[in-house]
């Protein structure tokens, strides 16, 4: 069965301090993937995609994502974290030719000031 | 990015009540929007599959004559939580697509509380 894994609950960094977010996905083809961020209360923004090519993706807010086949990762980085990317942070995957979105269980992100 | 407007962003009503969640698609076509719940601290759970003119698609669980959809145009989608219970308190999101896109734009969400 297709799915996303977000192995980490919950991280705290301190702020100014580098950040990675895990996520596995188990599909059998490689799906188009995503990285979205959830405010409290709020819909959701999406961070940044991969569909093909650059395996290195540049997101908003400074984030960005390295797609590696070989471990069916697509983690995401931020070099140095301000307290305002405090939320929580949904990695997701659309199979080809399908329409519905396959959500991680979310990693909520605490920084410490 | 294109927009999609949910409304309202938070409603509490009386247990036995209906409350209609509206999603419009602002900036472009939406062939297809989706429907999610989220409980506190978890993930989306996707509840049901709605394209334009068509009839829903409900995932397993999901009672559809309880949470009616309707897809009437090309940019606005409704979920009905019908004769509500407390226990349908929960933050409902919707998300569309455009025909051929493989983006999901997102509402900002709506929190709905029974009382």
């Known amino acids: 069965a297709q799915s996303v894994t977000q192995p980490d609950i919950h991280i705290t960094v301190s702020e100014g301090a580098s950040l990675e977010l895990r996520c596995n996905y188990s599909?059998?083809?490689?799906?188009?993937l995503f990285w979205y961020v959830q405010s409290p209360g709020q819909g959701l923004q999406l961070l940044l995609k991969?569909?093909?090519?650059?395996?290195l993706v540049q997101g908003i807010k400074g984030f960005e994502a390295e797609f590696k086949r070989s471990q069916s990762s697509f983690n995401l980085r931020k070099p140095s974290v301000h307290w305002s990317d405090a939320a929580e942070y949904f990695c997701a995957a659309l199979g080809a030719g399908s329409y519905q979105l396959t959500f991680g269980k979310g990693t909520k992100l605490s920084v410490i000031p | 990015g294109a927009v999609v407007s949910q409304h309202p962003s938070w409603v509490i009503c009386k247990s036995g009540t209906s409350v209609k969640i509206e999603c419009r698609s602002l900036?472009?076509?939406?062939?297809?929007m989706f429907w999610y719940r989220q409980f506190p601290k978890q993930s989306l759970m996707l509840m049901a599959t709605?394209?334009?003119?068509?009839?829903?698609?409900?995932e397993q669980g999901v009672e559809k004559d309880k949470f009616l959809i309707n897809h009437a145009s090309l940019t606005l989608s409704t979920l009905t939580v019908t004769s509500a219970h407390p226990e349908d308190s929960s933050f409902y999101i919707c998300?569309?697509?455009?025909?051929?896109?493989?983006?999901?734009?997102f509402g900002q969400g709506t929190r709905l509380t029974v009382v």
């Open positions: 998300s569309a697509s455009a025909p051929g896109g493989t983006e999901a734009f």
């Open positions: 709605s394209n334009e003119g068509s009839k829903a698609t409900y």
């Open positions: 900036d472009f076509q939406a062939t297809t």
């Open positions: 991969y569909f093909s090519g650059d395996t």
């Open positions: 599909y059998g083809a490689t799906p188009y």
